[in-house]
């Protein structure tokens, strides 16, 4: 703020719990060999925190010019990440609590659009349920009857 920096929880004083990838895993350990717990993992080339206003203009703004994807901006990365976490399969929970949401509303509310490409995958996950629901109900050798109670005399027969 005002040039300082400033330690502490993200702007929505919401913890975050980001998965990382394990292909990522040994990149990220050679990038923290020799450090110490307290300092930062990624720093400016003297060493230094590393400041957003200097990281985009020195890093983020030529590396979009050279992948040609002039307007990419950092949250589109975020909302990348929130779409193959949601592609993936993980439940809206997880998602929540990676981005930082107070509440699971807030992740379907801004990334519902995401969830409705599932609708078909549903009905094929409930289509394969009630199949295997119907096979498992039906036993070799045992013939479908129908039981009829009479209502005069309670006897009960097969058909």
Known sequence: MNGHLIW???KTRQSRD???PRSL???LVTQAAGKNAEDVLFSSPNGDPIRLANWRQRVWDPAVVASDLVGL????LRNTA???AIGSGAPVKHV???LGHKDAAMTLNVYASLFEDDLDAVSERLDA???GAAAACVRPG???????????????TSD
Do not use: E, F
Not at 73 to 76: G, I
Not at 145 to 153: L, R
């Open 8 to 10: 502490s929880t993200p």
């Open 18 to 20: 980001v998965p990382i």
């Open 25 to 27: 895993i040994d990149g």
């Open 73 to 76: 901006t950092l949250h589109d």
């Open 82 to 84: 929130a779409s193959l």
């Open 96 to 98: 929540q609590r990676m």
């Open 129 to 131: 349920a009630l199949r």
């Open 142 to 156: 045992n013939r479908a009857s129908i039981v009829k109670i009479s209502k005069s005399d309670s006897q009960t």
